[in-house]
């Protein structure tokens, strides 16, 4: 097996903590869509059980997964494979309910807490940076208030730029920040406003953050771009010829349509264009796959700011070879054996 003692290792040992020994070690599998990150992590899954005798259960960092009836457009593992490896925070929303950063953090903390008291082992994976950044990086506050009355007066803004001059004339640094078509944030955003009477950037700048105590370490999957977008075309067409389009037409049928923030994701997006007549199919592929791409841009962007993180080359190794890498480097980290994970994993 490929020694990895040259691997770039991107972390200060002054983020780990080493000395704190209230902090609990996590690890996470990161990387861009299409990197591979489910099969890695469930195969890792399997060898960490091996290695330490202990069950591993996975945490999903996504933030399409989260919806129910939303599957073959979000990659979600099959029922199968979860009951083989535990996966929790899949299926916890309908697609028309509003599910914040905040309540990803509250439910992913809730089921680490309870895979720990179990006496498993939680591994977080997933693609969503701002999830990550919430939950380790202390990026959530603790007292911003909220009113569901005054929030559904927001929600209920068909014109999404009208919206969006609205956080413009009141908090220009958040208008900036957030896209036009943005609407669950921009939203968020006038509804601090309006029960504080501050701009949320100042508030966000001001208020107490929350530390979950996680000491985390990021175990990355990457590949050259060019090799990425094949990946990224290919998933992308065989999910259009597995069921996709059906998918879509029961979501709009059942009354999910596009005013729902989640049925902006990609692919759904386009392919509510298609059933409603405004695009061809090929049409709306072809705007899928530049989304996604783009998508894929912003991911690399902001994981490459990940620490402590190693990361791996997906085509540097045999898939067996990969899982075990994974698995050893997180078990190394989750029993604190930095001195080890700088030496080498075999």
């Not at 960490?48 to 989260?66: G, H, M, P, T, Y």
């Amino acid at each position: 097996m490929r020694d990895i003692s040259n691997l770039e290792l991107k972390f200060d040992l002054k983020t780990l903590n080493l000395d704190n020994k209230t902090r609990r070690p996590a690890a996470a599998i990161i990387g861009s869509t299409a990197t591979g990150k489910t099969a890695v992590s469930i195969n890792a899954a399997k060898k960490l059980f091996a290695l330490n005798n202990k069950r591993v259960e996975i945490i999903s960092v996504d933030s399409r997964q989260v919806y129910r009836y939303m599957d073959i457009g979000t990659e979600k593992v099959s029922a199968e494979i979860r009951r083989e490896v535990p996966h929790h925070l899949i299926d916890i929303a309908d697609p028309d309910e509003y599910f914040s950063v905040s309540d990803f953090v509250n439910s992913a903390v809730n089921a680490a807490n309870r895979i720990c008291g179990r006496g498993a082992l939680p591994l977080f994976v997933g693609g969503t940076p701002y999830y990550y950044n919430a939950l380790f990086h202390a990026a959530i506050n603790k007292s911003l208030p909220r009113d569901p009355e005054v929030r559904k007066k927001y929600e209920s803004f068909e014109n999404l730029e009208e919206l969006h001059a609205k956080l413009s004339e009141v908090d220009p640094v958040s208008a900036k920040r957030l896209h036009v078509n943005d609407k669950q944030r921009v939203t968020r955003a006038l509804e601090i406003y309006e029960l504080t009477g501050t701009p949320p950037s100042e508030l966000y700048k001001q208020d107490d953050k929350l530390d979950l105590g996680f000491d985390i370490f990021y175990i990355g999957l990457r590949c050259d771009r060019a090799e990425l977008f094949n990946r990224i075309e290919k998933r992308l067409r065989a999910e259009f010829e597995s069921g996709f389009i059906e998918e879509v037409k029961w979501l709009i049928e059942h009354g999910y349509d596009e005013k729902f923030t989640p049925m902006q994701g990609l692919g759904y997006k386009e392919l509510i264009k298609y059933y409603r007549g405004e695009i061809k199919l090929d049409e709306a592929f072809a705007e899928a796959l530049k989304r996604t791409k783009a998508f894929c841009r912003r991911q690399e962007t902001w994981f490459k700011n990940f620490t402590p993180a190693m990361w791996f080359d997906i085509n540097a190794y045999e898939s067996e070879q990969l899982a075990e890498n994974v698995a050893k480097t997180a078990l190394i980290h989750l029993e604190k054996n930095i001195e080890e994970l700088m030496i080498n994993v075999k």
